[in-house]
C-alpha cells in the first residue's frame, strides 16, 4: 500500500473516533474542546513543526475567525456555512497583514506574534466599535445555535486540517519547507522559493485557527472578546502539538488526546492542584522529551506516522 | 498638560525600564526568553507584603534583602532547568514553553499559599507626601521607582562594563559560540545573569504595590508581557537600551491615557511590531534579528 | 394490525405510568448540587468568596440533616460537586456540560461573573437545565426566549447604577453639581454602567453636562495622568467605574497626586471595605461616595443568619484571610438561601417549577441581600439595587459609612464638596 494511502487511513481513525464517541459518551462539549485543540495543534504542526516559527499569537487567528463569524451572521445576515467562509477570509487578512513578521526570527518572531494577536484583541473589544464587534459587551448567537450540526462540521474540518498535514507530509512543498527549516540559506541556494513557501504555510495554518475559531463561536455561540483572544489558545495548542511530536500526522493527536485528557481527569478530580500539576507536566516535557511521544514510540520500535 | 503627560511617563518609563532590565539581562546572555519572569516580581512583590506587615521592614530595606534572596534561590534554579534546555534542539523556543509552564507553577504555588485577594502595602510605608516636581505633583512611589531604577541600572552597567564577569557576560551575548572556545565557563556566567535577572525581577516586584495599587498571584502574565514590550523596543543585552525602551513606553503610555484612553493597551503592542520590523535590532542595538 | 396498535399504546400507557409512580415515590438519597469556581486567574478574586459563601450554606444545611424539599415533603442531604475552571472559558465550557450529562445534578449553579456564566448559558438551555446565576449580571442574558436562567445575588448591569444617575439628577442640581465626568474600564460590567449613566444625564434635562467620558483598559493599574486629565476638565462630581483593582489604583494615584475632587464615586469601597481599608488606606477612602451593598446594609433577612452572624461564621470556617469577606460572599451564602426557600415551596423538582419558585419570592423575600425581584419573563434581578453611601471620618483612624440616597433610606447628612 503507497506510503500517502496508509497516511490517510491512519488519520481516519481519530476523525471516526471523534464522529462516534457521542453516541456513547453525552459530554458533546468536551469531546467538541477535543476536537477544536485537535485542529489547533495541527494548526500549530503546519506552521512551527514544518517551519520552525513559533506562533505564540496563533489566538489572534482563533480569535479573528470567530468575530469574522460572528459579524457574517450579526450584519450579513448570513448563514453558518457561508459566515465560516468568512472566518477564514478574517484569519487570512489577519495574517497577509503580518507576513512582514517573517523578517524576524526566533523568539523576535514568537513575541512580536504574540504582540499582534493581543493588538487585534485591543481593537476587537475596543468599545468605539461596539456597533461592528460589540465592543466589551460580548456576542450572543442564539438564533444559529446548533450544537450537532457544528460538531458535524469541526469533525469536517478535522479531517481537512489532518489531509493538509499528510499533503505537506508526502508533498515536495512540504519537503521544502523542512528543508528551510533546516537551513534556509542552503534551501534558497537549491532554487526553493523561501518567502513563497513560508507565506504559504503561514496562510495554510492561519486558515486552520480561523476555521476552527468560527465553528468555535457557532458552537459555544454566547461568548466575550476575552474567551477567544485567550492566550490559552495558543500555549494548549502548542504544548499539546510539541508533546506528540511535530511533523508528525498523529503526534497532535496523541498530544491532545494523553495531555488534554489528563487536563480533565485533574480538572475534576483533584481541581486545588490542577494548574501546578499541568505547569510541572509542561515543564517535564520540554526538559525530558522534548520531540515528543512520539520519538519515544519510535525509539520502541512502534512506528507512528 | 502635554509637560505633564511627558514628565509623567519619563518617572513611569523608568521604573518599567527596572521591570524590563532583569529579563533583558537574561535573553541577552543566556538566550532564553523567561516566561516567568512577571511571576518573579509577583513573588518579590509578596516577599515585600510580608516583610512589611510581619516585622514592619521598610520597603528600603526589602528591595535589598529581595534582590539577595532571590539572586541567591535563582542560582540553583538555573542549573536545574537551563543546561537540560540547552541541550535541545532549539532552546531559544523551547525556553518559551518551559517557563511558560514555571510561571504556572509558581502562580499556582502562589495561590495555594497566598490565597486569590488582592493585597497592597500602605502608601505611608515610603514616608512621602506626593512630590512636586516643575510646579505639578507626582506620586512618591513614582519617584522612588524611577530613583530605585536608575541605581539599578548604574549597578548593572558597571557590572557589564567593570568587572571581569561582567566584561565575560558581554563576551557570551556577542559570540556564544567564540566565547566557548575561548575556554569562557559559558554556564557560570549565564547562571550569574540568570540569577541578577531574577533578584532585579524580584526587587522591580516590592515598589509593585505601590506602582499598581495591589498585588495578587495572577498578575505575573501582563507584566512579562509589558516587560517583553519594554525590552525589544529597547535593544538586547544593552541596559540602556532598556531604560530608551522603559521610557518609549511610559510616554507613549502615558500620552495614550490622556488623549486616547481607551486604545491606551494598544499602542504598546503595535509598537512593538513597528520597532521590530523597523528597526529590529531596537533602539540601541547591533543587528542580530532576522531571519 | 388494530390489535397491535392498541397493544402498543397501552404499552407505552403503562410504561408512562410506572415512570410517574417511580417519579412520585422515590425519594433521592441526595441532591446533587453543581457548580464551578476559579481558583486562579482574573476571576479567582470575585469567584472564591461567592463560591465560599455557597459553601458555608451547604455545610449548614447538611449540618441539619440536609435541605428541606417540599416536593419529597422531607430534608435532603446536599451533595455539592463544583469543579475549578480556572478562569478559562473553554474549560469552564467542558465542566458545565461534565455538571449536566455525567454528574446528571440536579441544581446548576454558575460560576461568578459574567465572563464564566456566558458559556453556561446555551449549555444549560440546550439540556433544559436552569441556570442559577448569583452574580453574572451582563444584560444580553436575559431575553424573554429562554426561561433557564435566573439571577440572583445583584441587580442586572442595566439597573445596578440607577441610584447613581438618581443621585446626579435629583440630587446634583440641588448641590451645585454642573458637570460630571465620567471613568470607566471597558469591559461588559462597567461599560454598561457607563451608557447607563451617561442615557440618564443626557435625558434628564436638568442642564447637567458630563465634561469627560473616556474608558481604559480594565487591566490599567495607573492613573495619575488620567486624574490630571479629569482635573483639567473641572468636574464638579466624577464617576469612577471599574474591579477592584482599578478602584484600589485609582484612588492610591488620586491620593499620592494630591488631587481632591469636590463628588468622588467609584464602586467597590463599599463592597470590599475591609480589604480597601487595608489596600488603599482609611486616609484614601475619605468622602468617597460608592455602592452600600448587603455587606454593609445589615438587612434584616427573612431567615437564615444576620449579617454579623454570617460574618463571624466565616471568619471560624475561613481564618486567614487568604479569601476576604465582602459583598461576594453575601451573594454566595444568598444564592444558597434563595435555593432553600425556594426548594421549600416547589411543587416539584423540575427546572420550571423551580424557576417559577424561584420568581414566585420576588417583593416577599427579604434577604441579606436586600429585597429579592426576578423580572418573570427574563429571569434578570431587578430588585437588590443598592443604596449610595459616603465614607466619613470617623475618630482618629477610622471610618464610617453613612447612607445618602435614596432619601428613605438616609443615616447621615452627606458633605459636599469633600473638604
Known sequence: MPRTMRHILVALVPVAAMALLPLVYSNQLLLFNFVVFMILAQGINVIYGFTGYLPFGYFGFFGAGAYGFAISIMHLRMTPLPALGMAAIAAVVLALVLVPLFRLSGAYFAIANLAAGLAVYQVVSNPSLDNITKGPYGISLPAVFDPNFSYGIALVLLAATMMTVIYLRNSKFGLSLQAIRDDAVSAAMAGVNVVRLRVMAWLLSAVIAGLVGGVFAWYISVFYPQTVFSLDFSIFAIVFALFGGMTTILGPIIGVVILYGIYNLIGISTPQYFELVYGLLIMGLVLFQPNGVVALFKRWGIDVP | ?291 | MAMRKIFFIFFVASLVAVACRAGATEVPKQIKIGTLYASSGTFAPLSMPVHYGLKLWVDRMNAEGGVYIKAYGKRIPIKLISYDDQSNTATAASLYDQLITQDKVNILIADAGSVLTSVALPIAREHKMLLIDPIGIGAPFFTPDSPYIVLIGGPVSTIWCKNIHEFITDEGPKLGIKRVAILYSTNDFTGTQANTIRKAIEKSRTGIKVVYDQGVPTSTTSYTVIINGIKAAKPDAVIELGYPINDISFLRNLRESGVKFKWLFTSYPGMETEHFEKTVGVKGLYYVYTDMPASIMNYKAAFGMSLPEFHAAWNKQYPGGKVGFDFNSVVGYTTGLVLEKALGSAASMDQLALRQAIVGLSGKLKTLDGTFAVDPKTGAQIGETMPIGQILPSGKDGIKLIVVYPKQLATGKLVYPAP
Open chain 2, 1 to 291: 498638560m502635554l509637560g505633564y503627560t511627558i514628565l509623567a511617563g519619563l518617572l513611569f518609563g523608568l521604573y518599567f525600564s527596572l521591570v524590563g532590565l532583569g529579563l533583558n539581562l537574561v535573553f541577552g546572555v543566556v538566550r532564553i526568553v523567561n516566561l516567568a519572569h512577571g511571576d518573579f516580581l509577583m513573588l518579590g512583590a509578596f516577599s515585600a507584603y510580608w516583610l512589611f506587615s510581619l516585622f514592619a521592614v521598610s520597603p528600603f530595606i526589602s528591595v535589598v534583602l529581595v534582590f539577595v534572596g532571590f539572586s541567591i534561590i535563582a542560582w540553583p534554579l538555573y542549573y536545574l532547568l537551563v543546561p537540560r534546555l540547552m541541550a535541545t534542539k532549539d532552546p531559544e523556543m523551547l525556553s518559551l514553553i518551559l517557563f511558560f509552564g514555571f510561571s504556572q507553577v509558581i502562580e499556582a504555588l502562589a495561590t495555594i499559599a497566598f490565597g486569590t485577594s488582592d493585597r497592597s502595602i500602605p502608601g505611608r510605608a515610603l514616608h512621602m507626601g506626593p512630590c512636586r516636581l516643575f510646579g505639578q505633583n507626582y506620586p512618591a512611589s513614582w519617584i522612588v521607582g524611577a530613583v530605585v531604577s536608575a541605581a539599578a541600572v548604574l549597578f548593572i552597567y558597571l557590572y557589564l562594563y567593570h568587572t571581569t564577569k561582567g566584561y565575560l557576560s558581554r563576551a557570551v551575548m556577542a559570540h556564544r559560540e567564540e566565547a566557548v572556545a575561548s575556554g569562557i565557563n559559558v554556564n557560570r556566567v549565564c547562571a550569574i545573569a540568570f540569577s541578577i535577572g531574577v533578584g532585579l525581577a524580584a526587587a522591580a516586584g516590592v515598589f509593585a504595590p505601590f506602582i499598581f495599587g495591589s498585588i495578587n498571584p495572577a498578575m505575573g502574565v501582563n507584566i512579562t508581557i509589558t516587560s517583553l514590550t519594554v525590552i525589544v523596543v529597547g535593544s538586547l543585552g544593552n541596559p540602556l537600551g532598556t531604560v530608551l525602551g522603559g521610557l518609549t513606553y511610559g510616554i507613549s503610555l502615558m500620552f495614550m491615557q490622556t488623549y486616547f484612553s481607551s486604545w491606551a493597551n494598544l499602542l504598546a503592542y503595535v509598537m512593538l511590531i513597528l520597532i521590530l520590523l523597523i528597526r529590529p535590532s531596537g533602539l540601541l542595538g547591533r543587528s542580530v534579528r532576522y531571519a
